[in-house]
């Protein structure tokens, strides 16, 4: 499922969509919505219905152009194509029809507030679609498989992303374990967990290097220069955090990931 945003760029988020239904025989389902802004609370009556009114036009029709761009960029790509579109909040819209898919396809947001009017979030869409997100860079014409790092943790969203990723993971040309340590954690107990992990993917025909990091702390960062250290063209991770109706805390990795990575992420919770 390819979410498609109203006011940025999709040229990656097709390009990637189309390059996995190539590789995987798959079909796409293209999916975009946006909701009606409520007019200023000065503005009532007909006045107010009409603003209304061409809003929804306006939606309507860049909603019909997503389709045609769509279709027109999959159509020869892909086993089969849907699409999807609704006049409602893109988030609610997406996570409730995630259902469908086995994989939801997400651009990173261009701008650090983008209008939740218009615009589906993907920090909220992998807390909320119970789906593995790929969160593809703007620079993206494809997914790149040559070296894929998975950032690990002994936790279920780890596990989770791990398993997720299988499909993709099984098409790599080079796959690297990691574990930062934590404050308080111990490297002699992450080398046997992340052994493990590539041990169970070498029983899925997956072979896999590990890697644990000699110092503790600063996630973000050392997932950032062991990804280039590694030449990693595709992250796989687990989600950690809340959803922002509970205000938003998300792990200083996953936030790493979601806003400052350029490579592209595949996101599970």
């Known amino acids: ?3 498609l945003a109203l006011d940025q760029s999709n040229d990656a988020c097709l390009a990637v969509a189309g390059d996995i239904a190539e590789r995987f025989e798959a079909r796409v389902i293209g999916i975009a919505a946006s909701d009606v802004r409520p007019p ?3 503005t009532e009556g007909d006045y107010a219905e009409k ?3 061409d809003e929804r036009a306006v939606i309507e029709t860049r909603l019909s152009e997503l389709e045609t761009a769509f279709r027109a960029s999959l159509g020869k790509r892909a086993k089969a194509l849907a699409w999807r579109s609704s006049l409602q909040f893109p988030t609610t819209y997406i996570v409730d029809e995630a259902r469908a898919a086995d994989l939801l396809i997400c651009a990173r ?3 650090p507030n983008s209008d939740s009017y218009s615009f589906a979030d993907p920090n909220d869409i992998v807390m909320q679609a119970g789906r593995p997100v790929l969160v593809v860079s703007s620079a993206a014409r494809h997914l790149d498989l040559r070296r894929v790092l998975v950032a690990w943790k002994n936790t279920r969203e780890a ?3 791990v398993f997720d990723a299988l499909p993709l993971l099984a098409r790599a040309r080079d796959v690297t374990v990691v574990e930062i340590i934590e404050e308080g954690d111990r490297r002699a107990n992450a080398l046997p967990s992340v052994k493990d992990v590539a041990s169970w993917l070498d029983t899925h025909g997956v072979p896999a290097e590990v ?5 503790e702390g600063n996630v ?3 997932l950032e220069d062991v990804a280039a250290d590694v030449g990693a063209t595709l992250v796989v991770a687990g989600a950690y955090g809340h959803s922002r109706f509970r ?3 998300m792990g200083g990795m996953t936030r790493h990931l979601m806003t400052q990575s350029s490579r592209c992420v595949l996101l599970s919770r």
């Open 247 to 249: 205000e938003w805390i």
């Open 1 to 3: 499922m390819a979410s």
């Open 211 to 215: 890697i644990v990091a000699d110092r």
């Open 40 to 42: 200023l609370y000065f």
């Open 51 to 53: 603003l209304l009114a």
């Open 220 to 222: 973000g960062a050392q």
């Open 159 to 161: 596990r989770r992303a």
């Open 109 to 111: 947001p261009t701008e």
